[in-house]
């Protein structure tokens, strides 16, 4: 069946199904959902924890609305023989199946990969655990704190004389997310386009990724024996790259990381003709005088308002950000030229504002079609699906109608 792919997304026509939980898992499902694949995502009865977890306005969760957005509700409890006939027939019809469970749970239930991949074999399924499917730490748990300390992330993050410092957000959680979303793709290319007609399983550890991110640590620790260790917001490679104050309170990120840019902003802190002298001309240099440079540039941005830094170093065309909060975000200009903050019509919470889809197709871009559904919203419009298609019995299906929770969340 071919679909229309520029009206609804170029996913469309792709069924799947979502029973994690919190952040990674979700994730990779939400961004599936924003591009047009059908997701049905799964919650035990109770409700996935992200409906209780951050702030929530009115007993809906915020955090929730955004991460499960544009995807159908359900609830099943998959210790129960009519929520495992429920969940084997949705998975009989999946392109792709999202779980998180700890490592061998799903096997403990009599629902691992060697019974659904025997039942559906096109099916990918995305195993998202904090260490993955082997090894000696494979039934740990885990999760994305976790993940950011394991990974080597914390370590290198902070101040010199400071703690390890973790992220205030799901940032290993985030980046597992979306390596989760190219590997499906990936499967389901070699699947389909390729012509295997074969699905597999995708083992992604949490931490993984986020290591996969911190450059060549490890390189340099094997080949000249040298660990990072916490420099504050410097860089062990460019010189200058800090987070400067202006003279008005506001602060501002810049780097260096290419020499033409870091001559213009030699010279405009300190005069036509620092760039080309020899103690900053490169790099190398540079970063011998950390210190100072890092000292010049303070001053200089010190003695300007936000404003004006911004003016002239964009004169000057040196890379330099404004340090954003959420209010700002949502009045720059920036933001809202690309459209980068969305409004969505919510019926619990009425115009909501949220991160649009990322990133934007120039044919085909994603949507937002709806926010996170309320618990077991779409419970009978699903069990329905299920039973038309010969997929549950009658007396199974009725009962199940019946599970919807009556949860306003």
Not at 37 to 45: G, I, M, N, R, S
Not at 69 to 83: A, F
Not at 243 to 260: C, F, Q
Request: with cysteine.
């Amino acid at each position: 069946m071919r679909h229309d792919t520029e009206k609804n997304g170029p996913l469309a026509g792709l069924k799947v199904v979502d029973c994690s939980t919190v952040l990674a898992g979700p994730l990779s499902a939400m961004v599936l959902a924003d591009f047009g694949a059908d997701v049905v995502k799964v919650e035990h009865p109770t409700g996935d924890a992200l409906r209780k977890m951050g702030h929530a306005k009115d007993g809906h969760g915020l955090w929730w609305k955004v991460t499960n957005r544009n995807k159908r509700t359900i609830v099943l409890d998959l210790h129960e023989p009519d929520g495992k006939a429920a969940f084997l027939a949705l998975v009989d019809e999946a392109d792709v199946l999202v779980e998180n469970f700890r490592t061998g749970t799903l096997e403990k239930w009599g629902l691992g990969w060697e019974l659904l991949s025997k039942r559906n074999p096109r099916l990918v399924m995305l195993r998202v655990t904090g260490f993955g499917q082997t090894g000696p730490y494979r039934f740990r748990p885990g999760y994305g704190t976790v993940a950011e300390a394991f990974s080597g992330f914390a370590h290198i993050t902070g101040q010199p004389d400071g703690p390890p410092t973790l992220p205030p957000f799901g940032l290993a959680d985030g980046i597992a997310a979306y390596h989760g979303v190219f590997a499906i793709m990936f499967a389901v290319y070699e699947r389909d386009v390729q012509g295997s007609g074969k699905g597999q399983y995708i083992d992604l550890a949490l931490y993984e990724p986020l290591f996969a991110c911190l450059g060549a640590q490890t390189s340099n620790y094997d080949q000249l024996g040298e660990i990072q260790n916490r420099q504050g917001n410097r860089s062990a490679n460019n010189v200058p790259r800090n987070a400067y104050k202006t003279k008005d309170g506001r602060w501002v990120a810049l780097s260096t990381a290419s020499p033409s840019i870091a001559k213009r902003v030699m010279n405009l802190v300190g005069g036509d003709g620092l760039g080309d002298d020899p103690r900053y001309a490169t790099n190398t240099e540079r970063v011998k005088r950390a210190d100072e440079v890092d000292q010049m540039v303070a001053d200089w941005i010190g003695a300007r308002t936000l404003t004006e830094v911004l003016d002239e170093f964009e004169k000057v065309e040196a890379a330099i950000g404004p340090v954003y909060d959420a209010a700002q975000i949502v009045e720059d200009r920036q933001y809202l030229a690309r459209e980068s903050v969305t409004t969505v019509a919510d019926p619990d919470l009425g115009p909501l504002k949220m991160q649009n889809v990322f990133p934007v197709l120039s044919r085909t871009p994603g949507r937002i079609r709806h926010a996170g559904a309320r618990l077991g919203e779409h419970q009978a419009s699903v069990i329905d699906e299920l039973q038309s298609s010969g997929k549950l019995p009658p007396d199974v299906a009725d009962r199940l109608r019946n599970l919807k929770s009556g949860s306003k969340s």
